[in-house]
């Protein structure tokens, strides 16, 4: 709150992800009754229930419609797996993109600058495929991602797509990479009115709600 922020995404990192301590679906339970308690007494500041849903290798989400009905929004990445074919990578990709849940796509290639390709990806048919599912794209602020690539920001835009500067913080320290993130998105033309992060609270309980409305969830 001291950096005037309205409100945090909690998303850590689903069950498969047991080497991040993922979350079980008995955690997760635990989580959102704290989080409850914690929005009753921070308010007007707001946590948002959320997970990075790992993308499984055939392209399904890592819990139940159950489990993933009860966040407020999920961010689903591939995470395992990586060293894929194009065609391999694009049938795990879109079909989480096509699950109605799938709030973001994170770090779309998976890419480590400097230390890992990313796996290859057809990026026009990504991106139609999000506009056509109401899918946010992440532009993961890491400084070792910055995925998606800046230079696909413009086809994004064209094409009327959101995307989402996110930091990946794996501590408190974390949160300040995001001036990566908007460093990158400023060399593609990103502005604040289509970076779904830059929405203030109104704004972004507002788009949960229509798009949920527009995914009949």
Known sequence: MKNNFEYLVMSDHSKTAAYANGLS??????????????????APFKIFKSIESDILNDGNLDYSDEVLSSFDLVIASVHSNLYMSEEKA????????????TTILGHPTGRLL??????????EKIIDACVAN???????ANPHRLDLDWSWIPYALEK????SINPDA??????????????????????A???????????????????KAAKNI
């Open 25 to 42: 679906e008995e955690r997760i339970k635990e989580q959102h009754i704290y989080i409850d308690k914690l929005n009753q007494k921070l």
């Open 90 to 101: 694009m049938q795990r990709l879109m079909k989480a993109i096509e699950n109605r849940y």
């Open 114 to 123: 400097l230390s890992r390709n990313g796996y290859p990806i057809n990026h």
């Open 134 to 140: 109401h899918v946010v794209i992440e532009i993961n």
């Open 160 to 163: 009327d797509v959101l995307l």
């Open 170 to 191: 794996h501590s408190i320290e974390g949160f300040y990479d995001i001036k990566y993130g908007v460093l990158a998105a400023q060399k593609g033309g990103l502005t």
């Open 193 to 211: 009115q289509r970076n779904l992060s830059s929405f203030n609270l109104e704004e972004f309980e507002d788009y949960l709600k229509k798009t």
